[in-house]
């Protein structure tokens, strides 16, 4: 049951951005909702399939903290990407009949304009001069982005973890924009634990002395403070169970000079495998702003109260997924919102799934979340 | 349902040494386990009520990783001690009729040898010298130390968490030297997922330029590693749903000129106020060390299985404490150590308790783990 570190990483962290990426720049002033604005805002994206002649074959694609856009291979890029199974010719969210656009979202660092990005209106990166980054502006520069690109409305907007908040942001304040939706493993609002936990990420990482309040040197950036924020993240994405059943209590084969105190479990390896992947290739404060963003959503802030927020929703239907062992976004919370959902009118499927791999199991299980997500997109009645 | 962070703070973290701690040499020379060995080892411990003229009513105590010997208040020292609700005269654990000797574990900072204590051979702090820790070193030093005081044999051990590791430790190590025994949110081994959370913690604070190499000015220790490691471990010592009911997502009430990414929960403001209370108190190293030998311990290596290993076991009784909601030992291992003891010949009663304070559930969950504690003490046959 034990294989190594290697084998055993998964694969959510995006290599340098490919040739499939495309930008959109936005028109204007962006407005933030909690205050400021941005100018010549750029969003990333990738596509596959082919937009029908009616426009109405759209599924936009909101991604997790961590993915950039390349959610799947394409002849512009046919590296694998993150949701490799999920999307293509064929697969539950079938390219041949639909046209997928993945979003890099709005203060990532893969080519949507965020921390990291210079600043035109001063010619410096903006680092902390980055507005207040929320859930809500994700999912509004997304809009404009396609709407940049001519759409108007999709058929379903979908999203996992922040994604999926994202998504049910964009449904919330876009109520026409979109047919149908699919949330997976996300919320109406995080709970204090998840919370609790992504501060202490981010504190692991502003306690760097290379973060320098934010200003770092490109070239120096707060590696250690992010790998080790990274770790902590990837505790809360899989679980106890699998972790067990996959290294157990497994030493490390060569221990090559070992300091004290230094790793000696497989598992430990494996965080750091994975760890060390993350920091090469994501920026420090986007990850500030991003994680934020997701403590300070609440889906109540649209409304008087969080069933009258939810009744601004015009989708018709929905899939909602939770998994079982799933502890940074329980499965109560799934449950919990699709039962909002569908008290507000939209038809709503609930799929709670058995997956050992916790939060992040929809990146890598693909016997159970496939099926569930194939026959929502199916064509036919419904 | 929401109390303040003052309020909330749980008093687990021990107030300067009192006058009610008493200290044992240990004559000659002490061998660890593991390799090295210490002269002069110092235990210190407290103690309650008064040993029969027999000398057959001591209860042990072994603590878990951060308390010191202070487990209850006496004339000696009336503050409130970590476990007040459990020792005392007419107490779950009575010491009107047992006599409570609670040990500060070696390799610990409050009063036994650990890391800061100066090598009597050298004249300068141990630090990284001091020698590899496990848990049987706690479990001999300590039974070292009662031969000291003149006891060879205990009326029953109790512990909880690293204190119930050590306390297992105790009966394989020394069959004969103890007739009962109650072990709580503890496992013959830790989880793939606890040896993780801990290997981050000390990664953390290792991570703290401060630290050193462990080498630390004791005028500057790393207090901001020590900080936000213990924040983690507060993170998997309590649980979600409790956290859920006592903070939700309650804002503290004044922010202080906020930083930009500065607290703006309860829940942070909770744990913040928690590890700042620790770390004036707990020494750095002795954390690596002690959390070090959680994850090395494993019962199977008294034996040729698990099982034989437990068969060396003699003592007659033992009472098994688990918490549904403690996710750092969940409480199938307290069912498998129950399980164990049981197929061992020790008459075993396994207690599941539905706390929902998580691991830690055992220092404030009075109502629940008195009752359980108290029938295992009290008088009458059995």
């Known amino acids: ?38 100018e010549q805002v750029q969003i990333a994206y990738e596509t596959w399939g082919t937009l029908s002649s009616e426009g109405d074959n759209v599924v936009l694609i909101f991604t997790g903290l961590s993915p950039g856009p390349h959610a799947a291979s394409s002849p512009g890029d046919p590296s694998p990407g993150w949701w490799e199974y999920m999307i293509g010719p064929g697969k539950p969210i079938d390219t041949n009949r639909y046209c997928v656009i993945c979003v890099n979202s709005l203060g990532s660092c893969f080519g949507s304009t965020g921390p990291s990005s210079i600043n035109p209106v001063t010619g410096a990166p903006y680092r902390l001069g980055f507005p207040e980054l929320s859930i809500e502006d994700i999912a509004a520069s997304a809009r404009k982005a396609l709407q940049q690109m001519g759409i108007e409305r999709v058929h379903a907007v979908v999203g996992a973890s922040l994604g999926g908040m994202s998504t049910l942001a964009y449904a919330m304040m876009f109520p026409q924009a979109l047919e149908r939706m699919v949330i997976i493993s996300a919320a109406v609002r995080a709970s204090t634990f998840a919370i609790a936990d992504r501060s202490l990420q981010r504190e692991i990482i502003r306690s760097d002395p290379e973060w ?43 221990r090559a000079t070992p300091g004290p105190f230094d790793m000696e479990f497989q598992i ?87 997956s050992v791999q916790g939060h992040d199991a929809f990146l890598v299980d693909e016997a159970r979340f496939a099926p569930q997500v194939s026959r929502f997109f199916a064509p036919g009645p419904g």
Chains 1, 2 share one sequence.
């Not at 490919?18 to 959109?24: E, S």
């Not at 802030?301 to 009258?308: A, F, K, M, V, Y």
């Open 212 to 254: 320098r309040g934010g200003d770092y040197d490109p070239d120096r950036p707060p590696l250690n403070g992010l790998r080790l924020a990274r770790k902590l993240g990837l505790m809360s994405y899989r679980s106890a169970v699998e972790w067990q059943h996959r290294f157990g209590r497994e030493r490390i084969d060569a």
């Open 1 to 38: 049951m034990v294989r190594t570190a290697q084998e055993a990483t998964v694969p959510s962290v995006p290599p340098a951005l490919g040739d499939a990426v495309q930008r959109v720049v936005l028109p204007g002033r962006f407005e933030m909702r909690r205050g400021g604005a941005l």
């Open 268 to 354: 430990e390896s494996y965080l750091e495998a994975n760890a060390r992947k993350f920091m090469s290739v994501f920026d420090a404060n986007s990850y500030l702003y991003l994680s934020r963003a997701m403590d300070w959503f609440d889906a109540a802030d649209h409304g008087e109260t969080l069933p009258d927020a939810m009744a601004r929703i015009r989708a018709t239907e929905a899939l909602v997924i939770g998994v079982t062992s799933d502890f940074l976004f329980p499965v109560a919370q799934q449950r919990e919102l699709a039962q909002l959902l569908s008290d507000s009118g939209c038809t709503t499927t609930f799929a709670e799934l058995e």
